[in-house]
């Protein structure tokens, strides 16, 4: 995965996308066992339930990566779960056990980095973007005994749209994922710890914001984020005109999905909307194949985003702006070329403006993927240190 930003991807303008948004709920809602009236064209549920967050919908056998079959079974789950209004909607993801348990098994969830925006993009269903940083990833916490609460994220494999980037969006799906594991399974404790990357970095790092508010039931133990999307403020901007600006669409039709102030029609250019079904036939490296070609002037009206777009962008997609309620340990790669690493320098510095402890582990020449794969052992050495209640290590 190259390009400028975190892990990324959706898109439509007004009138197209809530036709588009209404066609894909009502599908959904047949492939459910649902019906149409179940579910709005944002998502939510729209018919009185009484059933709380984390309720497990449904549940069905899911074939695992060939790297996890030895060692896990998996069930693909839809459950409930709220949107950055507090209204209930569905989500879907898996909820991954390790064959070998310990007598009082806890709980990782693994937030995924960039898929894409549309249903084909599911993580639980299309192994093709289960990508192979997850697999390591995952991996490394079943061999541990954990179990592991994979959210696909609102709007990638259930109605509405995908807030892509929308860090309240994603947190509370992570949050309300290891609420369906333990619905699942009564032998699991609360403690968790959430592990993401990219995309998924920045949902950890927001999952960590609100465990004692939204997370209330649960004990949060400890925040890993690899390579995490934030200050988009500073991303969002400087990936105009380079390769990886189809991410940038995606983060545009995100917001839209959270904000209804927000038009993508009224902010793309027309080259940049003719190209808007690949979000509904394409995943990640088709949206960056279909976007990268356009100049500046061909991607955006004007050639850049207006400054009140920018800040919107900021207020609901960067981590940092509340301290987080637990430790964290933060990875980067310095070769990475998705999320470069001096933002997560600059996060850091704001993270460390809190007072809780944030190690932050630099890997030299490693590239955005590198930072997964070259610390899967020093990662779980952390969790599990967390687990047991260790102090947390600080380089603030």
């Known amino acids: 995965m190259i390009t400028i930003l975190s892990g990324v991807r959706t898109a439509m303008g007004r009138s197209v996308r809530q036709t588009m948004r209404i066609v894909v709920a009502i599908t959904l809602a047949l492939v459910w066992g649902l019906t149409p009236a179940t579910v709005s064209a944002e998502g939510e549920i729209t018919t009185a339930t009484s059933q709380s967050v984390g309720t497990v919908i449904s549940k069905t056998a899911m074939t695992l990566p060939a790297e996890l079959q030895p060692i896990a079974t998996a069930k693909r789950i839809k459950y409930i779960s709220t949107n950055s209004q507090g209204k ?71 109605p509405g749209g995908h807030p892509y980037l929308m860090g309240d969006s994603e947190a509370r799906s992570v949050i309300d994922s290891v609420r369906a594991a333990r619905n699942l399974d009564r032998r699991l404790t609360n403690k968790w710890v959430v592990s993401g990357h990219s995309q998924g970095g920045q949902a950890a790092l927001f999952a960590g914001e609100i465990a004692d508010t939204y997370g209330s039931g649960l004990s949060l133990k400890g925040v890993v984020s690899m390579a995490p999307a934030s200050n988009l403020d500073i991303i969002a901007p400087a990936v105009v005109g380079t390769p990886g600006q189809g991410l940038l669409v995606a983060v545009l039709l995100g917001l839209s999905a959270v904000d209804a102030t927000v038009d993508p029609q009224a902010l793309l250019a027309q080259p940049a909307k003719d190209r808007l079904g690949v979000f509904q036939t394409g995943c990640y490296f088709e949206i960056l194949e279909a976007y990268a070609p356009l100049t500046a002037e061909e991607l955006l009206v004007g050639g850049q985003l207006p400054q009140q777009a920018v800040d919107k962008l ?83």
Not at 128 to 134: I, K, N, S
Not at 353 to 372: C, N, S, T
């Open 88 to 158: 209930k909607i569905t989500v879907s993801g898996a909820i991954i056990t390790p064959k070998i348990q310990p007598s009082q098994p806890k709980t990782v969830a693994w937030a995924h980095g960039t898929t894409g925006l549309s249903d084909q993009c599911t993580p639980s269903i299309n192994l093709d973007v289960f990508w192979p940083e997850a697999v390591a990833a995952v991996k490394s916490y079943l061999q541990n005994g954990w179990t592991v609460a994979a959210t696909d994220y609102p709007g990638v494999g259930t």
């Open 314 to 396: 900021a207020m609901r997609g960067n981590p940092a702006q509340q301290a987080s309620t637990v430790p964290m340990f933060i990875t980067q790669g310095t070769a990475d070329a998705t999320v470069p690493a001096d933002l997560t320098y600059v996060l850091h510095g704001q993270v460390c403006a809190y007072g809780m402890p944030a190690y932050l582990h630099v890997v030299e020449g490693a590239d955005h993927e590198g930072a997964v794969f070259q610390t899967s052992d020093m990662v779980a050495n952390y969790i599990q240190a967390r687990f047991n209640g260790l102090p947390a290590p600080d380089n603030c």
